[in-house]
């Protein structure tokens, strides 16, 4: 059975997150990945165990090459392999491939029918153009920070690099359009993502409510700012649960599942308005009967009502869930060293379609032979 990209080339200059994790969607989807390197290697292999998790997280089943593309000889390798590839994605210093001689205007010259795609921190349009821009500089430049923490408390940056993930998410749809393109049109495509316009476009729900409201969002911790209970915290007998049971209806399905009917009628709770303004009483009321109740009878009770409760849990406890194991997210990769690991593979299926991860993470150069002498 043929992959949705299988036959398609694509030569990747990336380190870290965002073009990587790209091309690793694109390499679980069939594409054959080739991933030019620096000869010391991605420079998340050097960092210690946040890049080793980078590493395997984002280079499975692509094929290797280092190259010092300050070296004549080894530059013109490169271009022989963007000669015939169809994609090129590329997380470089900003100017460095402009610099080595792999800029857009040189290679799409070469080859017309290329899809040649940056990733910047910032957009190349703008003042910031050269800065260098990591994840956390979208998260604070882009407002993210701004909304994200407790009310009284500093702003904090998400758990995880959001930017650069959803900046991957970005350059693969970038891909996946200009491909469809080129078979329309025969001509190939430049695209550039930034980091800060993804964590822009990200927050397009608060940019509405902002101009609906005419109050800037403010981060104010767990909850939502306009309805309650939504999305928030709850203490149970042995863990915690997120709530949300906002609409008339539900709300009165969880005060009637409290055992407290007489919360509609009080009027710190009869409608949402009154609900945000005594958020803290509400928690107090709903906590009063949760706390007694295990996390897992909370979820299943509550979700038999159609309200939304959810466990927070920990990684192992996530790798053990039912609903996880089943859904066959989680899927066994090797490190370099042969080492087993779990590994998220492709969060969606296609009808008619398999696809077969190749769960091996390549070590620096370990295709050399195979790519650049052939």
């Known amino acids: 059975m043929q992959a949705p990209l299988e036959g398609i080339r694509i030569v990747e200059f990336g380190h870290y997150i965002a073009a990587p994790a790209a091309t690793q969607i694109l390499a679980d989807l069939g594409a054959d990945v080739i991933k030019v390197e620096p000869p010391a290697g991605d420079q998340a292999r050097s960092i210690g165990a946040y890049g080793d998790g980078i590493v395997c997280a984002y280079n499975r089943g692509k094929r290797s090459v280092a190259l010092d593309l300050k070296d004549d000889d080894q530059r013109r390798i490169a271009l022989d392999l963007l000669g015939s590839a169809d994609v090129l994605v590329q997380n470089m210093r900003a100017g460095a491939m402009d610099g080595l001689g792999l800029g857009a205007e040189v290679v799409t010259g ?10 910047s921190g910032f957009s190349r349009r703008g003042p910031s153009a050269r800065r260098a821009g990591l994840d956390i500089a979208a998260q604070a430049e882009s407002g993210l920070m701004s909304v994200t923490g407790e009310q009284d408390g500093d702003p904090q940056r998400v758990g995880m690099p959001i930017a650069d993930v959803g900046a991957s998410y970005a350059v693969v749809q970038a891909v996946l359009a200009a491909l469809f393109r080129r078979e329309r049109t025969g001509h190939g495509s430049v695209a550039d993502v930034s980091l800060l316009d993804v964590a822009i476009h990200m927050q397009s729900a608060q940019w509405g409510e902002w101009h609906t409201s005419g109050q800037e969002p403010r981060r104010k911790g767990n909850g ?12 149970t007998a042995d863990g915690q649960i997120v709530l949300s049971a ?12 409290l055992g407290k009917p007489w919360m509609l009628q009080d009027p ?23 706390q007694h109740l295990p996390t897992e009878r909370c979820v299943a009770e509550l979700g038999s009502l159609g309200l939304v409760a959810a466990a927070v849990r920990r990684f192992s406890e996530v790798a053990a869930a039912p609903d996880v194991l089943m859904s066959g997210i989680l899927t066994t990769g090797r490190d370099t060293d042969g080492r087993s690991f779990d590994v998220p593979f492709l969060p969606f299926t296609l009808e008619g379609v398999e696809v077969r991860p190749d769960l091996q993470v390549p070590t620096v150069g370990a295709d050399q032979e195979s790519v650049a002498s052939r």
């Not at 070469?110 to 990733?119: A, D, F, I, K, T």
């Open 110 to 119: 070469l080859n017309p029918r290329l899809v040649y795609v940056s990733v």
């Open 224 to 235: 939502q700012a306009t309805v309650a209970p939504a999305a928030d915290l709850v203490t």
């Open 246 to 257: 906002y609409t008339v209806e539900h709300f009165t399905r969880l005060c009637h599942f």
């Open 268 to 290: 710190r709770f009869a409608d949402n308005p009154a609900r945000v303004a005594h958020r803290r009483e509400l928690l107090s009321e709903i906590g009063s009967v949760l």
